[in-house]
C-alpha cells in the first residue's frame, strides 16, 4: 500500500560572526540547500541513513521502498490552489472523464478555465512522466508558506501523536514536532513530499 510522508527540514543553519577581540557580536543564517533539488537529495539520503526501507535480521524500517513525490509529486502546489477552485475543478473532470483513463489534454484545457492565471509546473502526468524518479520534481520540495502552514503542515503536526514511527509527518532537526510554530515554519523550513510503499 502507498502512503504519503511530509518530511521538514531546515531552510538554514545559524553561524555565529565575531568582532576583532573573537566575542560573539551576531547570529546569521546561511542557506543549507542551493534548490529544490539539493533538498530532495538531501532528504532521500536521510532516509536511507536513518533505516527508513532497510531490512536486518529482526525487523525492517517503515517502508519497502520510496521516491520523493511520486504519485503526490504535485501535491504541495495543488494544496496551495483555491480548495473552492480546486473541488469544482475535480467535479467537472469526474462529469466527464472515467478516473481510471488518463486525458491530459482535456484535464489541462478544464484546468486553464478555473485557473487562468496559474504559471507554475504542468500539473498533467502525460506519457513521459515517471512517478518512480528517485527524487521527484522541482515542485516535491518547496520552501513553507502561509498556505501549506494552515492546510497541510498544522494539521498533520496536531494529528501526530507520542510514536513518531506512525506520524504521517517528521521534522529532521527534532522530534517535537507539538512545539513547532508558524513563525518558526514559514519561510523557515523546507517541506518535502514522499511516496512510500510498505
Same mark, same amino acid.
Given at each position: 500500500?502507498?502512503?504519503?510522508?511530509?518530511?521538514?527540514?531546515?531552510?538554514?543553519?545559524?553561524?555565529?560572526?565575531?568582532?576583532?577581540?573573537?566575542?560573539?557580536?551576531?547570529?546569521?543564517?546561511?542557506?543549507?540547500?542551493?534548490?529544490?533539488?539539493?533538498?530532495?537529495?538531501?532528504?532521500?539520503?536521510?532516509?536511507?541513513?536513518?533505516?527508513?526501507?532497510?531490512?536486518?535480521?529482526?525487523?525492517?524500517?517503515?517502508?519497502?521502498?520510496?521516491?520523493?513525490?511520486?504519485?503526490?509529486?504535485?501535491?504541495?502546489?495543488?494544496?496551495? !490552489?483555491?480548495? /473552492?477552485?480546486? +473541488?469544482?475543478?475535480? %467535479? $467537472? =473532470?469526474?462529469?466527464? @472523464?472515467?478516473?481510471?483513463?488518463?486525458?491530459?489534454?482535456?484535464?489541462?484545457?478544464?484546468?486553464?478555465?478555473?485557473?487562468?492565471?496559474?504559471?507554475?509546473?504542468?500539473?498533467?502526468?502525460?506519457?513521459?512522466?515517471?512517478?518512480?524518479?528517485?527524487?521527484?520534481?522541482?515542485?516535491?520540495?518547496?520552501?513553507?508558506?502561509?498556505?501549506?502552514?494552515?492546510?497541510?503542515?498544522?494539521?498533520?503536526?496536531?494529528?501526530?501523536?507520542?510514536?513518531?514511527?506512525?506520524?504521517?509527518?517528521?521534522?529532521?532537526?527534532?522530534?517535537? !514536532?507539538?512545539? /513547532?510554530?508558524? +513563525?518558526?515554519?514559514? %519561510? $523557515? =523550513?523546507?517541506?518535502? @513530499?514522499?511516496?512510500?510503499?510498505?
Amino acid at each position: 500500500m502507498h502512503h504519503k510522508l511530509i518530511i521538514l527540514t531546515d531552510r538554514y543553519r545559524w553561524e555565529n560572526d565575531n568582532d576583532k577581540n573573537g566575542k560573539a557580536i551576531n547570529v546569521q543564517n546561511v542557506s543549507r540547500f542551493k534548490n529544490s533539488l539539493a533538498v530532495r537529495n538531501f532528504v532521500s539520503n536521510w532516509l536511507e541513513k536513518e533505516g527508513f526501507t532497510s531490512q536486518g535480521r529482526f525487523g525492517g524500517g517503515r517502508a519497502d521502498w520510496f521516491v520523493i513525490g511520486g504519485r503526490w509529486v504535485h501535491d504541495l502546489i495543488l494544496i496551495c !490552489l483555491n480548495p /473552492l477552485l480546486w +473541488k469544482s475543478y475535480k %467535479d $467537472k =473532470m469526474n462529469e466527464i @472523464i472515467n478516473e481510471n483513463l488518463a486525458y491530459p489534454e482535456i484535464e489541462k484545457k478544464i484546468f486553464k478555465e478555473f485557473f487562468p492565471k496559474y504559471k507554475g509546473p504542468n500539473l498533467f502526468k502525460d506519457s513521459k512522466f515517471n512517478t518512480y524518479n528517485q527524487l521527484g520534481t522541482k515542485d516535491s520540495a518547496m520552501i513553507v508558506n502561509k498556505k501549506l502552514w494552515i492546510r497541510l503542515i498544522k494539521p498533520l503536526i496536531n494529528e501526530s501523536d507520542e510514536d513518531p514511527w506512525n506520524d504521517p509527518i517528521i521534522y529532521i532537526e527534532d522530534n517535537e !514536532l507539538k512545539n /513547532l510554530t508558524e +513563525k518558526e515554519t514559514i %519561510d $523557515k =523550513m523546507w517541506c518535502v @513530499i514522499v511516496d512510500y510503499h510498505d
